[in-house]
């Protein structure tokens, strides 16, 4: 339904018409039409960031990025978006987001920088949290903002500018490992 006519055509009664259930039963489960919007944006989340593990930290952040991108970059990632931004900030719609995809990417943020800290493709002191809301924050911003493609190259594009300031190796040293 999301796919089909956005948030505005998302009812209870409508899901409940289309799972051929009563509306009780959905409201088990759920306890609006915005709750099921953001369940089926968790389930795509959940299948798109199913991602290999790569010896590279750095690739395995670019890979992320890229399956978080992915998610927002369809309809029903759109629709939840602009759900989420007309929603106030401590709504249980904003909140189910903020825990369960906001903190959950950011936690798997937070273990690549780490093993790339400790591979030493990432130098030791960076403020982590601050790298997160340098890394993820272009995402939202872009999605918000409609202003551009929310695709691999501008993803990929964001790593590598962060990984210009944030890298254990000068630019320099990086540089001349590509000639060798």
């Not at 959905?26 to 369940?39: F, L």
């Not at 690739?59 to 309809?75: C, D, I, P, Y």
Request: proline fraction near 3%; avoid cysteine; hydrophobic fraction near 50%.
């Amino acid at each position: 339904m999301l796919e089909e006519g956005g948030i505005t055509a998302l009812t209870i009664e409508g899901i409940a018409a289309r799972a051929a259930v009563g509306k009780p039963t959905i409201y088990r489960e759920w306890p609006n039409a915005h709750a099921v919007a953001m369940a089926a944006l968790m389930s795509a989340d959940a299948a798109a960031t199913k991602i290999a593990s790569s010896p590279s930290a750095v690739t395995e952040l670019q890979r992320q990025l890229r399956a978080v991108a992915g998610v927002f970059a369809s309809r029903i990632g759109r629709q939840a978006a602009i759900m989420i931004a007309s929603a106030a900030g401590e709504t249980e719609l904003s909140k189910s987001f903020r825990n369960h995809f906001i903190l959950a990417r950011r936690a798997e943020g937070r273990d690549i920088i780490g093993r790339g800290i400790a591979q030493r493709e990432i130098r030791a002191g960076i403020d982590i949290e601050v790298l997160l809301d340098m890394i993820y924050g272009p995402i939202f911003y872009r999605l918000l903002m409609g202003h551009g493609a929310l695709d691999a190259e501008f993803t990929d594009a964001v790593v590598a500018h962060a990984m210009q300031g944030i890298s254990a190796r000068p630019a320099a040293a990086r540089g001349s490992q590509r000639r060798s």
